[in-house]
């Protein structure tokens, strides 16, 4: 490693790192039904935190009370921008009692700080700040500029990001570091996805005279072994990605009724089901989209009394950078400065912010960050705060080493 840069890599402080880490913990930022802060109370704690330090902040409103937070930190002379992104919202804790120590807590225990968000990703958001800081206090020279991006609900709808960029915050970002628990592997792929919903139409009856209405529940069982045989066509056809793994299209939701209560002796006269597609490089989203319009067509003629119709609520592209692409040769190029060892290339199994970064403005894009990969919106979530310093110290220096073009 240059040793140019080990004071900036020395003034990377653990016990600020995890202060910081506790205190945004044990914000909860859970997009709750009735609850009216959502992000905007982690958000402003974020941005003082950022403004107390010198950076120039911007705290930019999305929804009522669901800011961004946006934030720069400028070099002496022309250059790049890279930017570096983590949301701020988390997912529910779900049930407290299971949880081992508290879900909004922060506490520590065998190295590990425990809580909501610890790895998944509000402990990244601590790595890339105190690695901008370490920067910046260190006074060392380099061109361009950091942009630090907090966005809200990238557990949500990701309006946080497409905000951003809708504003036009992207139009100058070369490159972007997205900051997710990958267990510092250096993440050049992610998987597409598709969000689909089907409705079947039938007509309610009494559960004792049955033929007097049209059950949607059979109906349902049928299209869900076309759609299993048709995710198997579309994994014959690709195979398994080796970042990836393999596309799939999987049946998650079912409402029978799709609005009111259920009930054991009321045949329900429609239905909802909801549909998870997850697609690999190379897989096409119209041509799914197609396929899943002709099995409705298909059975409609098999079957005069099917009657349904298909929405695509979401669409979230794959992405792929090339791994001889600058930011992806930087990152790796850090990790084995700073390790000594080769980093593994590796790939994010569901989307993230860098989704839009890259499919709306052509952003090339790094996943990399502390964290088990499997852990995020499990019971005890946690991050190893060994290995969220090592993240912080490789954010820091691919920023340099990107920056000054020395990769």
Known sequence: MSSKYDNVLDLISRDE????????????SVIRPGKST??????????DYLRKLGFETLVDEVEPHRPNVVSVLSGREKGRCLLFEGHSDVVTEGVGS?????????????????????????????????????????????????????????????????????????DDIDAAIIC??????????????????????????????????????????KLISHI??????????????????????????????????????????????????RTICGQDHNYIEERLTGLLKAMEKED?????????????PWTETPAKHPIVRTVAKAYKDLTGRDATYNGVPGATDGTFLKAWKGIEIVTTGAG???????????????????????????????????Y
């Open 98 to 170: 299971k949880w081992t120590y508290p879900a909004f807590g922060g506490e520590i225990h065998n190295g590990r700080l425990y809580g909501r968000g610890a790895c998944d990703t509000k402990g990244n958001v601590a790595a890339m700040i105190m690695a901008a800081r370490a920067i910046k206090e260190s006074g060392v020279e380099f061109k361009g500029k950091i942009k630090l991006c907090i966005p809200v609900d990238e557990e949500g709808l990701m309006i946080g990001i497409k905000d951003f960029i809708k504003k036009g915050h992207a």
């Open 38 to 47: 959502f992000e905007e109370e982690v958000a402003v704690f974020i941005a």
């Open 228 to 277: 299993m045989e048709l995710e198997a066509e579309e994994i014959g056809k690709r195979g398994k990605d080796p970042f990836l793994g393999y596309p799939s299209i999987t049946p998650t939701v079912v409402l029978a009724p799709s609005e009111a209560e259920p009930q054991v002796n009321v045949v329900p006269g429609e239905l909802k089901i909801t549909i998870d597609i």
């Open 180 to 221: 997710e628990p990958e267990e510092n592997n250096v993440c050049i792929k992610q998987k597409g996805a598709m969000r689909a919903v089907i409705r079947i139409f039938g007509k309610q009856s009494h559960g004792c005279m049955p033929l007097t209405g049209i059950n949607p529940i059979p109906k349902m069982a």
């Open 17 to 28: 790192t995890v202060r910081f880490l506790q205190d945004i913990l044990r914000i909860d």
């Open 304 to 316: 005069k009394e099917f009657k349904a119709t298909l929405e695509i609520i979401e669409q979230r």
């Open 372 to 406: 088990n990969r499997e852990l995020p919106h499990q019971y005890d979530e946690y991050v190893d705060i060994d290995e969220l310093m090592e993240t912080s110290r490789l954010y820091a220096l691919s920023a340099l080493y990107y920056l000054n073009e020395e």
